[in-house]
């Protein structure tokens, strides 16, 4: 059964940073896209980052220039480091990764990220 297990989300003061992690196991498929979404209560979710398996990769306008997604294929897990920091980051952070011929999307649980003034 595939698994994505976020972690490293937490309480952080504005203009700080945090890295995220997120670990995929219980395949042998390939793992194609992975990325991180976020959403906040009564909002829709949205893309934060993806990285490709050959490591190309697309931001959101709004975490340009402060986080960067990159992934470790031989561990299946894909990170991302977010710096400069904003109120407006805070959110639940979700892992998404597509696996195999037919890319089926997973997702992990979420992890909360919380930026305080």
């Known amino acids: 059964q595939v698994q994505l297990v976020e972690s490293g989300g937490g309480l952080v003061q504005a203009g700080g940073s945090l890295r995220l ?24 979710r949205e893309l934060v980052a993806d990285i490709t398996s050959g490591g190309s990769t697309n931001y959101a306008d709004s975490v340009k220039g402060r986080f960067t997604i990159s992934r470790d294929n031989a561990k299946n897990t894909v990170y991302l480091q977010m710096n400069s920091l904003k ?20 997702w992990g649980r979420g992890t909360q990220v919380t930026v305080s003034s």
């Open 87 to 106: 109120l407006e980051d805070t959110s639940v952070y979700y892992c998404k990764a597509n696996i195999g011929p037919y890319r089926t999307s997973y």
């Open 21 to 44: 992690s997120c670990a995929a196991s219980g395949t042998r498929l390939s793992i194609n896209d992975m990325g991180w979404y976020r959403q906040t209560p009564g909002k829709q």
